[in-house]
């Protein structure tokens, strides 16, 4: 008898733990694009927490749409985009991290620019992003991503699959304001 509840108790423990993992997968990268989107933090956290939220939600949503603006001044298209976004592997990511990490000193934006085309090759061309992202990622910028990238994947902060559904929901936000933009002009 007791052997028969705790095989029950297990086995309900373990599907609402699958379960969970299931709805944390499919749903916390909506959530986390979401909250990054919006424009108010929750009043309850601490204020040196809100000033940082805020810093990331600014830099997040103001890179976002010029990487739209970008892509639209380059014929490319989002769906083009996503779909590269979707054949990037963590793998891939971290081979291209590594051979960035073995540069050394960055001396010019141009270099992580082929290193990635390098990586990651598209069916379209690339080239038309060069000069926007050589305007907006200077050496200094460089360092402080590939230090970022590096601290989460050592610390293993986010998980790689839930970082891309994040990316990949916040440009599709941001095209609907592009389009909307242009649509109400």
Known sequence: MINKKLILVILILSTITVIGYVLYKQYAPAVIANEL???????????????????????????SKEV??????????????????????????????????????IKSSDQIFDL????????????????????????????????????YRDNKLIDFESAKAIVKRILIEKEKEFNQSIESN
């Open 116 to 151: 990635t085309k390098k990586h990651f090759p598209v069916d379209f061309d690339v080239e038309p992003l060069r000069e926007p992202f050589r305007k907006k990622a200077d050496v200094h910028v460089l360092q402080k991503a590939i230090q970022k990238a590096n601290e």
């Open 68 to 105: 739209i603006k970008d892509i639209h001044a380059s014929n490319i298209t989002l769906d083009q985009l996503l779909k590269a976004l979707d054949e990037v592997t963590e793998s891939k990511a971290n081979l291209l991290l590594d051979d960035i990490n073995r540069l050394g000193e």
């Open 37 to 63: 989107l919006k424009d108010t933090e929750p009043a309850f956290l601490p204020k040196k927490i809100t000033e940082k939220i805020k810093k990331v939600k600014t830099q997040t949503n103001q890179l």
